[in-house]
């Protein structure tokens, strides 16, 4: 009677361990190969980058069995299986029975239905693979050598390893250390440590099967040899010419949490894009379906806006019987968002049946509409259709709603075409407009025309401010006016702060715009700034050469007096000087913001007098409410009270501090003594 047969088919690791295992059992063992090696695939990643030879990973699977008489090995590919007649049915056609079969064929990669990604991109189980990908991965160095234009160049020194777990990850980590640290000597034209090797994984982190510790640790090594890490990132197609990553969209309601696109379906189908109109599925990485999510809007990150104050065109039923007052309250249906609103009308009491008007609608709840957006609107009980309209500015302001030029500024909105309605905003607007601000609310990512192109409006840094050169000239002849009667009032003092002087100048304009426009005419010359102060180029000139002597004695000893310098009379006393001259001295000096003049005769140098303002800075940051008192103030000087008094009320004079009481509360957003302070 012969011995058990065991047939096992794949001589990987599973197959090897059965044989293995079966080593002094009483059977006959064939096993079934299409290869004649084992490989040991852990390693293929170091074949494909160059580190190893495929001898070193590959053993004969006869030699391994040399020695085992009744191990019987078969280089042959199965075709299929005869159960009934137990039998392994080969390729070739001949029949290998068996008493027990064994499928040991290991696994393959997946694409996760798609397959024609894998002509561009091999996967990593065979010894093909891996020599297939090392041939690719050289000739793109060769390649890149003989390019002509930086960008093939950069083509061809770029790599995407798609996939985080343990094949990926020594992939990416290898391709990296081989570009910037191996081949750097080997090349002459091009300079291999520029290359580019990223790693796309649609999950949350790296190495996704192991401990979190170790996937941010994992992530931080691949960073610091020079793999771009992109997590939450699926691939949507991959072609000769590259790889697309999914778009990034948000929901309205949080911009800060964004979800790449992982599929599409339109009309149940899937697809590589949707267009506007398309009713399609979205799959999202990293967002999960739950109930919260009905009704809430998807949107490029770029764009997400939620606002509970809407600027409208509203147009009345004509069915309605009485006017739409303001203080209406009434139901808004804006895509799939509902929730109640107040109306105001403006520029007029109320909007008769059949007739339109701009009006301002108080949302009782955020909502995330834009420009153009179309909506509707339901009595309180949400039965009866009141009025429908179209959003013109979906950031109403609180104040100023009702003015005229307001309402003329929202006329200019109702233009379809976004470069027409731009420059009837500019023609509007007094301090023009923050241009990523009114992208946004039209719900564009990006400008649609050159705005180079466009006459008589001045572009600031970065496209984000936005005025029309008119209305320009206007706000800078306002600034200098100002700055004029306040030298006029103050002739010892420098001039004011940049937001005391916006305070005097131009209240209502955006603090945005008006940092853009002092820049503007600084640059210009039109002004100068020191220190956080501005003031006209001609108040504060230099010193002349008998005077530029005083200054050389007086500045080191008000340094060396720190917190309580000299007086006047005593660096003339000690400098042998005139007092008379040495206060007039100090006083131009005062001007030019080279000491600064606490009270009558009493000047601190310009570096005490930021270690002064730290510590207030210091004591409002630690005190509720952003407090600083005397006594504090005081005690952290080292100065008498009086003293600590002048200092705190000179703050409060320059626009660092205010005082509320017997306390003095930091100015927000003041840039006086700061690192940000030019």
């Excluded at 049915?89 to 027990?100: H, Q, Y």
């Excluded at 065109?313 to 968002?337: C, F, I, M, N, Y």
Aim: some cysteine; proline content about 5%; hydrophobic content about 45%.
């Amino acid at each position: 009677m012969q011995n058990h047969h065991v047939v096992v088919v794949g001589g990987g690791f599973g197959g090897l361990q059965v044989v293995h295992g079966l080593k002094g059992a009483p059977v006959r063992i064939t096993l079934i190969d299409r290869r004649n090696h084992h490989l040991f695939q852990p390693l293929l990643y170091q074949v494909a980058t160059t580190a190893l030879a495929t001898s070193e990973i590959a053993w004969p699977i006869r030699r391994l069995y040399r020695d085992r008489a009744e191990v019987t090995t078969l280089l042959a590919e199965v075709g299929g299986i005869d159960r009934e007649n137990r039998s392994v049915i080969l390729k070739s056609g001949e029949a290998v029975p068996f008493d027990t079969l064994v499928l040991a064929t290991g696994a393959r990669h997946a694409y996760f239905g798609n397959d024609a990604w894998e002509k561009h991109a091999p996967g990593l189980k065979t010894l093909e693979d891996a020599t297939t990908i090392r041939r690719r991965l050289l000739l793109a160095f060769e390649r890149a050598e003989l390019a002509k234009t930086d960008e093939e160049i950069q083509a061809h020194l770029t790599f995407v390893v798609i996939g985080a777990g343990p094949t990926g990850v020594e992939m990416a980590g290898m391709i990296a250390e081989l570009a910037h640290r191996v081949l750097p000597p080997e090349f002459r034209n091009v300079d291999t440590r520029k290359t580019r090797v990223l790693l796309v994984e649609a999950g949350p982190r790296v190495l996704p099967a192991f401990t979190e510790d170790l996937s941010a640790y994992t992530k931080r090594a691949l960073e610091r040899l020079g793999v771009e890490v992109l997590l939450g990132t699926p691939v949507s197609a991959c072609t000769e010419d590259g790889v697309t990553i999914g778009d990034v969209l948000s929901l309205a309601a949080s911009p800060d949490d964004s979800y790449r696109v992982r599929s599409l379906q339109v009309h149940s189908r899937a697809a590589q894009a949707a267009e506007a109109g398309q009713r399609c599925a979205v799959g999202l990485a990293g967002l999960e379906r739950t109930d919260e999510l009905r009704g809430q809007v998807l949107c490029d990150p770029a764009i997400a806006l939620t606002t509970q104050r809407i600027d409208v065109w509203l147009q009345v039923a004509a069915t309605e019987d009485k006017p739409l007052r303001s203080g209406t309250l009434v139901h808004l249906h804006a895509a799939t968002q509902d929730c109640l609103a107040t109306v105001a009308v403006l520029g007029q009491p109320s909007i008769a049946p059949g007739a339109g008007a701009p009006a301002q609608l108080v949302l009782h709840k955020p909502a995330n509409v834009w420009h153009g957006d179309r909506f509707i609107l339901r009595d309180a009980s949400a039965v009866r259709t009141v009025a429908g309209g179209q959003v013109l500015d979906p950031l109403g302001p609180i104040r100023y709603r009702q003015t005229p030029e307001r309402l003329a500024y929202l006329e200019t909105q109702r233009a379809i075409d976004p470069k027409t309605r731009l420059l009837g905003a500019l023609a509007q607007a007094q301090y023009g407009v923050n241009g990523a601000t009114w992208l946004r609310s039209s719900g564009l990512a990006r400008w649609p025309f050159d705005l180079a192109s466009v006459s008589d409006i001045v572009v600031g840094a970065g496209g984000e401010w936005l005025i029309a050169r008119a209305r320009l000239d206007d706000a800078q002849a306002g600034l200098l006016a100002a700055l004029r009667d306040f030298h006029d009032k103050y002739p010892d003092e420098i001039g004011p702060d940049v937001q005391r002087a916006r305070r005097l100048a131009a209240p209502r304009m955006p603090e945005a715009l008006w940092l853009q426009l002092t820049g503007h005419m600084n640059e210009a010359g039109v002004l100068a700034r020191r220190n956080g102060f501005l003031h006209l180029p001609e108040h504060g000139v230099a010193l002349r050469a008998a005077e530029q002597i005083v200054a050389e004695h007086a500045l080191p000893m008000l340094r060396e007096g720190r917190f309580d310098p000299p007086w006047v009379r005593d660096i003339a006393l000690q400098a042998r000087l005139p007092e008379a001259q040495v206060r007039q001295v100090l006083g131009r000096m005062a001007r030019g913001g080279d000491v600064y003049q606490v009270v009558k005769d009493l000047f601190y140098h310009p570096a005490v007098m930021h270690e002064l303002a730290a510590l207030a800075r210091k004591l409002a940051a630690e005190e509720a409410g952003g407090q600083v008192t005397a006594a504090r103030f005081r005690d952290l000087t080292g100065l008498g009270r009086k003293r600590a008094i002048q200092i705190l009320e000179f703050f409060d004079r320059i626009g660092l501090l205010r005082r509320v009481g017997d306390v003095h509360l930091l100015r927000p957003g003041t840039l006086l003594f700061s690192e940000k302070s030019p």
